[in-house]
């Protein structure tokens, strides 16, 4: 495949979007983005520098002065990279309400297109489908049981050295943000009509990379 074309992955938290992405940009070599990880790096400066996530003005002012991008797969803050420091369990659970923003949604939106502009690339989000990429070429919705999302993340924790987490807080906190993921007013997470969708619960990495593989290749 020569010329360039996108592919839009949308879903739940711990749905295994960025881990399939990933791959699959490998496979095909093009340009993967990561957009929840810009969410995520916003919200990671704002509890950084203790402003309440309620104050809007003070998250209006913060999101003018900052400037997020990939470099090499890895993001920076700042040009600072927070690859690690934006995983943190505390930055998961004030997300999902810094990005019902509208301005913040704008300018994520805005740096998206930007990115998805000049080369072939495989996005994956919450909205890609529906407003980042509504012209993709490909469009995947992956999903999987709320357990099953809940378990992956709990165990991604414990590898990571976490010791103060229980499985039912994880699997409560990721029910609380896909309701507000799903529910806000400016771009819901929704399965969007043209989209294929994948329910990894029972599938392996390999399994879900090698659907889309073949399905953007034709096979
Ligand atoms: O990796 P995980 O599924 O836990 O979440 P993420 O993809 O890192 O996204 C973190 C949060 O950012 C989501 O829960 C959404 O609130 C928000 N997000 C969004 O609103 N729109 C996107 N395109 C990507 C993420
Ligand atoms: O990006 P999203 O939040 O949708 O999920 P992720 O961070 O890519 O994946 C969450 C976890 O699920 C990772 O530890 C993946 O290795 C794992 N996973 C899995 O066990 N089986 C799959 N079919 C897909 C992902």
Redesign the pocket.
């Known amino acids: 495949m020569n010329e360039k074309y996108s592919i839009a992955i949308?879903?739940?938290?711990?749905?295994g979007?960025?881990t399939i992405a990933k791959e699959v940009a490998k496979r095909l070599c093009i340009e993967f983005v990561?957009?929840?990880?810009?969410?995520?790096a916003l919200?990671y400066k704002i509890l950084k520098l203790s402003i309440d996530p309620n104050d809007y003005l003070g998250i209006i002012e913060i999101l003018t002065n900052t400037k997020i991008d990939f470099r090499n797969q890895s993001i920076y803050l700042d040009n600072v990279n927070v690859d690690k420091e934006?995983r943190e369990n505390y930055v998961?659970q004030n997300?999902?309400y810094?990005?019902?923003i509208k301005e913040v949604?704008e300018k994520?939106v805005q740096l998206?297109q930007q990115m998805a502009k000049s080369k072939s690339i495989i996005m994956?989000?919450?909205?890609?489908g529906s407003v980042?990429l509504p012209n993709a070429d490909y469009k995947f919705f992956v999903t999987a049981s709320v357990k099953e999302r809940a378990l992956r993340?709990y165990n991604e924790l414990v590898n990571s050295g976490e010791t103060n987490i229980s499985l039912s807080k994880i699997e409560s906190d990721?029910i609380k943000?896909d309701n507000?993921?799903s529910n806000?007013e400016i771009?819901p997470?929704k399965k969007v009509e043209d989209a294929y969708c994948i329910d990894t619960t029972d599938k392996t990495i390999e399994e879900c990379v090698n659907m889309i593989v073949s399905i953007v290749l034709g096979r």
């Open positions: 949308d879903g739940p938290a711990g749905a979007k960025s990561d957009t929840g990880a810009m969410y995520r919200t934006i998961s997300v999902s810094i990005a019902s949604r994520m998206q994956d989000g919450r909205d890609i980042v993340r990721i943000r507000i993921d806000r771009a997470l």
